[in-house]
């Protein structure tokens, strides 16, 4: 037999753990998929502070925006038609 030494097989025996655990990690990798990250609710998530940000990202229009803010915190007003909305029905 040959004599390897101690050197050869510590240097071994870390290449094997090494190995499962990137084995470990890839099929957690799989696992988990392309799943974003679950944000955690955060203290600004008023409605009117989640409308402003949907308004500031483009997924709401001003009117849309005057509108359920009007509507969240109950006041009336009167705007004026959106061209539109009017020409949608």
């Not at 696992?31 to 609710?41: K, V």
């Not at 203290?43 to 009007?70: F, H, K, M, N």
Request: charged share 30%.
């Amino acid at each position: 037999m040959h004599d390897i030494g101690w050197g050869w097989w510590l240097l071994m025996s870390l290449g094997m753990v090494a190995f499962w655990g990137l084995v470990i990690w890839a099929i957690v990798a799989l696992a988990r998929g392309d799943r974003p990250a679950r944000e955690e609710p955060r203290d600004d998530d008023r409605p009117l502070d989640i409308l402003q940000r949907r308004l500031a990202r483009g997924e709401i229009s001003v009117t849309e925006y005057e509108e359920l803010r009007d509507s969240l915190t109950g006041s009336r007003k009167q705007h004026a038609p959106d061209p539109e909305r009017a020409a949608s029905h």
